[in-house]
């Protein structure tokens, strides 16, 4: 049953009805649509610069990566750690990106927060509330990932445990949520971007990638999260999908991410979300 006035941080009112996050020039909640790319995982120096210069060459300026790795077995890639880290560093300085990596844990808060702009928290830890209640102490922006089997209230409610610690810059995500339906690897609930718009000010991305699992399905999805009034989208990028370590499956190749950002460009005529100018040449070499 709905709490009564839950989330009077989170809630969007007539004197906070938008909430904006600003990230190297970036307005997440703003008019702009924000795009965040990148690997899964970060793999290797090769693999993170190769994809890094491609989407800076696209004017992408907010890299996503993990360092750490949520996975469901302990056989799986677990990320290559503070290694992972350090050439997060080196990227974003080289190609003026900002960083967003996940912090899996709060005995890593210290380790991860020097080397990224936003602490992503993943959906296994949407209801860690101790850990919550720690990154509400934090001054950077959190991403913060809807659990996969959270309600709306209890995002929203999970988002001011973060609030009431005094961190104002909270950015939500839906990343599908599980169904009965194994089709799709989640099941993207499209319908909590325009709800989560009329019931918080938080800024929302959505992000096809985790949502389906499947990279022929992330540019259908990326476009109808905007039609929804998304406020921006994390998409999971690689050059070699095959040789993924993590996700391969449903990261875009490169001329599909360009496809992407195409279409996208097309979509702002129609749509309130303007889509910045990003390059519109196809390939990169
Ligand atoms: C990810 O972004 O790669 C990830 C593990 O996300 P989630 O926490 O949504 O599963
Ligand atoms: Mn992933």
Redesign the pocket.
Known sequence: MALKNAYPLAKKTIEKPQTIVEVNGIEIGGKDLAIIAGP??VESEEQLFTIAAFLAEKGIKIL?G?AY??RSSPYSFQGLMEDGLKLLKRVSQKYDLAIVT?VMDLSLLDTVYPYTDIL?I???NMKNYHFLKELGKTDKPILL?RG?DATIEEWLLAAEYILMGGNQRVIL?E?GISTFDHATRNTMDIAAIPLIKQLSHLPIIA?P??ATGNRDLVSSLSLAATAAGTDGL?I?VHNNPEAAL??GPQSLRFDQFSDLLNKLKLMSVINDKKIPDFQLKTHFN
Request: hydrophobic fraction near 20%; aromatic fraction near 0%; glycine fraction near 10%.
């Open positions: 899964c995982a996503r993990g790795k949520p996940e992503q993943g959906a296994r990932k996969m995500c990343r992000d990638s985790q994390m999971e993590s996700d």
